[in-house]
């Protein structure tokens, strides 16, 4: 059997929150070959956060689209498949906020000539990303001195 173009659309999202693109850096997605470890496409999530109104406010319809939106983020793989491939398909970021980074993997099986694309396949990242905006990292605190935190806490 020849070698068939098979789309992947990967969108890494946060858990209970949108698509997590271009304003935090976007993720890092690794597509491998599930048995051999080779890796058969690697590239960077970019893109928008995607449509509140369909990710935070309306009921999620099965087969409906929620994530796919026109400017939402995606990393999108052109593979050349011969037969049936299982592969694991893994995120890492956000990328701008290292700190906070979380990392989620799926596997599934693509077939040559058969694109996965719209929502595509979808990995959820947990966590937050905590910026701490007071003090600040020059300032130097005695034993004993009271000491007062302020941070900006969002969802990945």
Known sequence: MSAQKTRLVVRVVSCD??????LVGGCRVTVRHRDTGEVLARGVQQGGSGDTEAIMKQPH???GTVFGTE??????????LAEPTPVEVTAEGP???PDAAQT???TTWL??????EGEGLTLTLHG???DLMSPG???VFHSGDPLHLEACVKLL
């Open 17 to 22: 929150a949108k698509v997590i693109g271009t």
């Open 61 to 63: 319809p099965r087969f």
């Open 71 to 80: 400017g939402s983020a995606c990393y999108t793989a052109e593979l050349e």
């Open 95 to 97: 990328l701008a906020f």
């Open 104 to 106: 989620a993997s799926k």
């Open 111 to 116: 077939i040559p000539g058969e694109h996965l």
């Open 128 to 130: 937050f990303i905590v």
């Open 137 to 139: 990292s020059a300032e």
